[in-house]
């Protein structure tokens, strides 16, 4: 690491942020700074996190100023990197980062690249541009009659704009919605316009198949826009919790060819710099795969990077601290990572090829699990008794949604 310290300064405290922290720990035994609005289990108790509580951190004013003063907290010397672990927080640095840059190692694109990407509407548009396959897409704005999308039921019903839609939040609400028939779209129309999100709605024909036809895409593009690692990850399960649907909660890393050239020309051809995640699934119908949607971030799930021998600390460090010309890396050889007990992945996961493959990397050590660093267990009551809780809780989250 030579004479130069770095401190990590996050923004987030779900288990994306944990597996950040947890990246940094690994490979520079450092302790992550990280601001939230309230305490969340996945990083409370954590020997590797020092968790701030900040009620007002998602005011764009306060953002900035909390940041700010935080690093006048610091040596010079030190180079604080600042990474955020959800797209709200990543879009707040985006928009801000002509004044964070000041004082923080900011790895990220500018609010330009950000407009033509976050919305599903106008990503979809580059997509077209650029030769990425997607669903087909209906885009609806509140007060449409049409019910004519150009393709038949059932439909995935979405938000355009993820982050307005769950600050307008309402009981029973959904990520995306399958929907099955004109009434139904109906009612959750109206239920949705009426409690004040504003923009359109991403109306896509439905792919056929279960979270085993899912992937997940994350590529680091370094400092001058050239991709220097792409990790593939085969979905095994996602969460099934009404608000929690698209969180991976099993992934087994594979290499798709064509699939990663298409994306690093596309990530290459605009521009792009920093961690970029992609959520992607297979149509056996014509044997495409096809996007659904960019995050300007690393994934809730990016542990399945690091823990695969691809660590995201690294990739940063390396780039933007001693600025290193980085050989590309290319995820090739199989991984299992999970964030949920194995006996619920071998119990749910119907491609029983997929389980025997899962056992055996386990069996040769090619697995790992988010929470279980040693490190942080290792005497530590309150951070064991969390993970024991919260593994019961997913047995019995997944007997209740996963059908």
Not at 370 to 395: H, P, S, T, V
């Amino acid at each position: 690491m030579g004479n130069i310290k770095i401190q990590p300064i996050l923004c987030g405290g779900d288990l994306n942020c944990y597996s950040v922290a947890r990246a940094f720990h690994e490979e520079y035994g450092v302790k992550s700074i990280a601001f939230g609005r309230y305490p969340l289990g996945a990083t409370k108790d954590s020997k590797i996190i020092d968790f701030r509580i900040e009620p007002n951190i998602t005011n764009e004013d306060m953002f900035v100023d909390i940041l700010l003063d935080e690093a006048d907290k610091h040596n010079d010397d030190e180079k604080l990197i600042l990474m955020g672990c959800t797209d709200e927080y990543a879009e707040l640095i985006i928009d801000n980062r002509d004044k964070l840059k000041t004082k923080f190692i900011v790895p990220y694109i500018d609010s330009d690249l950000k407009n033509k990407l976050v919305e599903k509407e106008s990503f979809y548009e580059v997509c077209e541009k650029y030769g990425l396959d997607y669903p087909k897409t209906y885009i609806y704005n509140n007060g449409d009659e049409t019910r004519d999308f150009g393709f038949k039921y059932p439909v995935i019903v979405k938000a355009s704009d993820s982050i307005s839609f769950f600050q307008h939040s309402f009981e029973g609400m959904n990520k995306a919605y399958i929907v099955n028939d004109e009434e139904e779209f109906n009612t959750i129309i109206k239920e949705i316009y009426s409690h004040g999100y504003e923009k359109s709605m991403i109306i896509q024909d439905f792919i056929p198949g279960k979270d085993e036809n899912m992937r997940v895409l994350t590529c680091y593009s370094d400092i001058n826009g050239k991709v220097k690692m792409m990790c593939l990850g085969h979905v095994l399960l996602e969460e099934h919790t009404p608000k929690g649907i698209g969180n991976h909660a099993a992934i087994i890393t594979e290499y798709e060819e064509e699939l990663m050239n298409k994306y690093k020309t596309f990530l290459e051809e605009i521009g792009f710099v920093g961690f970029s995640n992609f959520d992607i699934k297979y149509d056996s119908r014509d044997g495409k795969f096809k996007v659904f949607e960019i995050n300007l971030r690393q994934g809730r799930s990016n542990n399945y990077v690091t823990s695969s021998g691809n660590n995201i600390a690294r990739y940063v460090v390396e780039d933007r601290v001693y600025k290193k010309d980085l050989e590309l890396k290319i995820q090739r050889d199989p991984f299992y990572w999970h964030v949920i007990p194995s006996s619920i992945v071998y119990k749910y996961v119907e491609n029983k090829d997929l389980v025997d493959q899962c056992k055996k990397l386990e069996k040769e050590g090619k697995s790992a699990s988010a929470f279980y660093y040693d490190y942080d267990l290792k005497g530590n009551f309150k951070r064991k008794l969390y993970i024991e809780l919260y593994n019961i809780n997913q047995k019995r989250k997944f007997k209740k949604y996963c059908k």
